[in-house]
T-cell receptor, first 110, second 115 residues
Framework: TQLLEQSPQFLSIQEGENLTVYCNSSSVFSSLQWYRQEPGEGPVLLVTVVTGGEVKKLKRLTFQFGDARKDSSLHITAAQPGDTGLYLCAGVRNFNKFYFGSGTKLNVKP | EAGVVQSPRYKIIEKKQPVAFWCNPISGHNTLYWYRQNLGQGPELLIRYENEEAVDDSQLPKDRFSAERLKGVDSTLKIQPAELGDSAVYLC?????????????FGPGTRLTVT
């Protein structure tokens, strides 16, 4: 059983649409990270959120950490084909132990 | 700066055969991780090293899996004997403390197929 559940599992949208990916847990984490993984490559860190309620923006990507530090969301505005990939959230405990979610596979069609 | 290096990138073996994966982390990164990632799933930790010490190997199937990190730099993960269910991508990562939190850097992984 995954400690972190991501939804949706799959998402196929047209270029220009907005989307939100959710990462939920019943456990508290000291921080939460989001990664993007492309086929044949390892995950690449996008952002780390540390404080409950924290919001971070990375160009068209907005990341939010829940007030209770149990959940997080990733919102993409005006998605582009280059955003296609597997999005993974990872909860951090005990300083450097990472628990990955099940992943959201995003496909942005031109 | 070179990233995390893994080899081989692909490996196909028959069940019951042994296999080994090698990882060279980013220079200066003391923490090294081995993960297994099944198709369409998130990575699952197998073992974590702090320098040459294995500090978390609770998820490592010790009957068939072994790992070592001699001199606290590169690392080897071995499976002997391999089973069909071991088919997966094996990822190595190293991490650095930055801004109060650890940032992981992953290698490209080794895709293992057991037939």
């Amino acid at each position: 059983t995954q400690l972190l559940e991501q939804s949706p599992q799959f998402l196929s949208i047209q270029e220009g649409e907005n989307l939100t990916v959710y990462c939920n847990s019943s456990s508290v984490f000291s921080s939460l990270q989001w990664y993007r993984q492309e086929p044949g490559e390892g995950p690449v860190l996008l952002v780390t959120v540390v404080t409950g309620g924290e919001v971070k923006k990375l160009k068209r990507l907005t990341f939010q950490f829940g007030d209770a530090r149990k959940d997080s969301s990733l919102h993409i505005t005006a998605a582009q084909p280059g955003d296609t990939g597997l999005y993974l959230c990872a909860g951090v405990r005990n300083f450097n132990k990472f628990y990955f979610g099940s992943g959201t596979k995003l496909n942005v069609k031109p | 700066e070179a990233g995390v290096v893994q080899s081989p990138r692909y490996k196909i073996i028959e069940k019951k055969q042994p296999v080994a994966f090698w990882c060279n982390p980013i220079s200066g990164h003391n923490t090294l991780y081995w993960y297994r990632q099944n198709l369409g799933q998130g990575p699952e930790l197998l073992i974590r090293y702090e320098n040459e010490e294995a500090v978390d190997d609770s998820q490592l199937p010790k009957d068939r899996f072994s790992a070592e990190r001699l001199k606290g730099v590169d690392s080897t993960l071995k499976i002997q004997p391999a089973e069909l269910g071991d088919s997966a991508v094996y990822l190595c990562a190293s991490s650095l403390l930055a801004g109060g939190s650890y940032e992981q850097y992953f290698g490209p992984g080794t895709r293992l197929t057991v037939t």
